[in-house]
């Protein structure tokens, strides 16, 4: 985005003119390139390229966004211009657009290598499949007068459908979501995720039905957080069990919990949030007391934002929102922790989850479990739904903790009042009694 | 790059199999809670295009006409199973500029007021969402359509926070701005914030099952996927689908005139006499069965090809009973006021769940709040079940319009 920053942040400035006004442009470039692959055929593809700004400006209680499409100049001009009449400040006069730099064109997603990758790894582990596949590619940039300009860059891919696996009762279709970063880690990572996706399993019996103690295993226990620590702790949910107990002991003093976007390894990190700010990881429990908020600019206290500031697109405006929900570690084997439930449920698929803060309760849905009987694996379980209240789950968390860590790469978007985000975690094995369970 | 470049380079790509989509799109929104009012404005431009290159089918999406063009370049370089494009329209509409949009008027206070005053000070609105655009769209395709049509949508998104002693319960209810007054959407409010604070479950097990049309019509956005699927689930005995006393139908006339692959919007009767007597087509699932589209290729955004889909679909009756007919004739049951969960459907395993808050009814009369209730079951079994259909039809964004009105279910179990 080839911008004259000055000439953008003199156009801002006359809307800065109080302490604690917020005028910012946001831009964005999207590229996206979907497959829909049926047994190891693509079907269909859709490419989606996508650019858009917005000029947003704050003071006190107040908010104004004006979004217009495109990201050069004259958007950003366009914008301001649109933002600077409402706000009832001098207009910025029209003028034709300048012969703007042809800008580069960005290279598109590396569509032709990980079709090639597909091919082999869906032919080799599930040849009966119906999967999307996405790589999908952001550059946002962020000017706002005092502030350093900000650039980030991300790409990130999705897989998600249905991959069919050969068990005893027949072909058995299985859900499946796996979010990642590109990186040089992604396809071995992929690789392992679709071989264990389509292992062999028994056959299911229902989930039961009741209270239950569960062990949250590969990276589950970070869903869990996520709802009920990473959205109580957002700043601008005004009642949540958490809103009035800041420094409060709720759980065991082992469980430390941050979001930290700086994780880029996860699904949901970033360098820079979209209101620029560089981002700090935030402990939203420490030593098992209730910790800091996830703050974005308009919600910062007199230690700034900490870089949770962020939108769906160009079009929505910044909201303090989670990233990458981690948990710490301990010291115990898996072994060890299935011992110690003696009997429950092992679970390390979670499908979608929710909370209601105002009521103080939450939902986590599961495609299958194992029932863990004696401190030993029996049936494999159906999908089920497990619930709790986000207090007694807390307090119900036991102090040891898994040794390993895992990312969660079932989780990549998480959707709040319309405005969806990338969002991720990595947890160990958690160990939580008295939840309560039930088929789904 | 202009919309004739891109004409001519979808003729190149593919002489006569080609669809080319713009949208302008103009919205104003306005976002009230207790500590913010915010007001956004946003001017959208989308393309699309829809092409068979090498005899597979590709789609492109984009903000401007120059990146549509990068766009189809990226489509076409990957390998795609060939597949057999549909049979074009071809026809020549016009229509005028759709007028600027007035920023939605702001009754942030005026429905905290009645949401207030009839939870008897238990519910507060904590935050209302309000949207109004307007939007006009050009299809052009290789058969010679090129249509254009203007539409406007007005809706919101409000949420209210009901509390009594230590429990809290937290709503949000999505409605259509102008159907049914403030006084309407403000009770909506109030029960579905206050009911499930009652902590009480349902008194019985079995019984007749009263649905509010909001829950009707969740329960009808989940079936709705039926009447377009290629492939009929198992279960669906086609002369047997529902019971004889409801209809179900779609029509998306008043909306707009062309469904999103520019084919007439038409009025599809999908049950009649417990029967399924239609089905939902789009072009390219119209080609597919050896059928004509009925106009329900829809495309809830420019970035997504179109798909057949039900567009604006409802449940009806033909011979209407009013709604207080129908609450006295429950004997023994529960009035699901709203829904404590979203509604889950699995159409292929034949299973559906509603969780609900609402009251229990006895003799046709209401007995008490009922704080959270469960029923799960077949769906071919519910649909046989529905004994009545009131005349109080409303409609909801879920996000496309669906539309129920009250409806009396003869036996359900609850749970």
């Known amino acids: ?440 | 790059m202009t919309h004739d470049d891109l004409r001519e380079e979808l003729s190149r790509r593919s002489p006569g199999q080609w669809e080319l989509y713009r949208k302008s799109a103009e919205s104003r929104e306005r976002e009230t809670s207790l500590a913010l009012a915010r007001e956004s404005w946003s001017r959208e431009e989308g393309w699309a295009a829809r092409w068979w290159e090498a005899g597979a089918p590709r789609f492109a999406a984009a903000s401007s006409a120059s990146d549509l063009s990068r766009a189809l370049s990226e489509a076409a370089r990957v390998d795609v199973a060939p597949q057999d494009p549909p049979e074009w329209p071809d026809r020549t509409t016009d229509a005028p500029e759709p007028p600027p949009v007035d920023a939605p008027p702001d009754f942030f206070e005026t429905l905290a007021r009645e949401v207030s005053s009839i939870s008897r000070g238990e519910a507060q609105l904590a935050g209302l969402f309000l949207r109004r655009g307007q939007a006009r769209e050009r299809i052009v395709n290789a058969a010679g359509l090129d249509v254009t049509q203007s539409l406007s949508a007005f809706h919101g998104v409000a949420t209210t926070v009901a509390r009594r002693g230590a429990s809290a319960h937290e709503v949000r209810v999505p409605f259509f701005a102008g159907d049914g007054g403030l006084d309407t959407l403000a009770r909506r409010l109030a029960d579905a914030a206050t009911l499930p604070l009652s902590d009480r479950p349902a008194p019985m097990a079995q019984g007749q099952w009263l649905l509010d049309p909001s829950v009707g019509a969740a329960l009808l956005s989940g079936i709705a996927p039926l009447f377009s699927t290629e492939r009929l689930p198992r279960w669906v005995v086609k002369a047997r689908l529902a019971a004889t006393a409801v209809r179900v139908a779609d029509d998306a006339s008043a909306d707009a005139a062309f469904d999103g692959e520019g084919v007439p919007t038409r009025r599809v009767l999908l049950v009649e006499d417990g029967a399924l007597a239609g089905r939902l087509y789009d072009l390219s699932s119209a080609r597919q069965a050896g059928r004509r589209s009925t106009g329900h290729g829809t495309r809830p955004s420019f970035r997504m090809p179109p798909r057949a889909a039900a567009r604006r679909i409802f449940f009806e009756a033909a011979a209407p009973s009013p709604a207080a007919d129908l609450l006295a004739g429950v004997r023994r049951g529960l009035f699901a006021s709203a829904l404590t969960a979203p509604a889950r459907v699995d159409l292929e395993a034949d299973r559906y769940e509603i969780e609900f808050t609402g009251i229990a009814i006895l003799a046709g009369r209401a007995q008490g709040p009922v704080a959270g209730a469960r029923v799960s079951g077949r769906v071919s079994e519910l649909l046989r079940r529905i004994s009545g259909v009131s005349a109080d039809l409303q409609f909801f964004p879920m996000p496309l319009p669906v539309g129920s009105p009250t409806l009396l279910v003869e036996r359900a179990t609850f749970s």
């Open chain 1, 1 to 440: 985005m080839n911008w004259d920053d000055a000439a953008v942040l003199r156009w801002l400035e006359p809307l800065v003119s109080r302490k604690g006004d917020i005028a910012e442009v946001f831009a964005e470039r999207l590229r996206e390139t979907t497959l829909e692959w049926r047994d190891g055929e693509v079907r269909a593809v859709r490419a989606r390229r996508e650019e858009g700004t917005s000029a947003r400006w704050r003071r006190g209680g107040s908010e104004s966004l004006i979004f217009v499409a495109g990201a050069s100049e004259a958007s950003a001009r366009e914008a301001v211009r649109g933002l600077r009449e409402s706000a009832g400040t001098s207009p910025i006069p029209i003028r034709a657009a300048k012969g703007e730099a042809k800008e580069e064109d960005s290279p598109p997603p590396e569509t032709d290598r990980w079709t090639r990758r597909l091919v082999a790894l869906l032919g080799r582990h599930a040849s009966k499949h119906r999967v999307q596949w996405r790589v999908r590619q952001t550059e946002r940039r962020i000017l706002s007068p005092g502030r350093p300009a900000a650039t980030a860059t991300r790409r990130l891919l999705s897989l998600e459908g249905t991959l069919v696996a050969a068990s005893r009762a027949g072909d058995e279709p299985r859900a499946v979501a796996f979010h990642a970063p590109d990186s040089d880690a992604a396809p071995d990572e992929l690789r392992s995720f679709i071989a264990a996706a389509v292992s062999p399993r028994d056959r299911a019996v229902p989930a039961p039905s009741g209270d239950t103690d569960a062990i949250l295993a590969r990276g589950t226990a970070a869903l869990l957080f996520h709802e009920i620590l990473g959205h109580a702790l957002e700043a601008d949910i005004e009642s949540s069990p958490l809103s009035r107990l800041s420094d409060a002991h709720v759980a065991v003093p082992e469980l430390e919990v941050l979001d930290d976007p700086r994780r880029l390894d996860l699904f949901g990190g970033y360098e820079r949030d979209d209101e620029g700010t560089a981002p700090h990881a935030v402990k939203l429990l420490h030593a098992g007391r209730v910790g800091a908020r996830l703050t974005d600019r308009a919600h910062a206290g007199a230690s700034g934002s900490s870089g949770h500031g962020r939108r769906s697109g160009p079009a929505q405006p910044p909201r303090p929102r989670g990233a990458n929900v981690v948990v710490s570690p301990g010291g115990a084997t898996s072994d060890e922790l299935v011992r110690r439930l003696s009997n429950g449920i092992w679970i390390e698929e979670l499908g979608r989850g929710s909370v209601d803060l105002a009521g103080g309760t939450f939902r986590l849905e599961f495609s299958r479990a194992r029932r863990v009987r004696r401190g030993r694996f029996s049936d494999e379980l159906g999908p089920g739904i497990l619930a709790g209240e986000i207090l007694a789950t807390l307090k119900g968390i036991e102090p040891v903790l898994g040794r390993e860590s895992h990312a969660c790469r079932g989780m990549g978007w998480c959707a709040r009042a319309g405005d969806v985000v990338a969002v991720q975690g990595a947890a160990p094995d958690v160990l939580i009694r008295g939840l309560a369970v039930r088929p789904a």
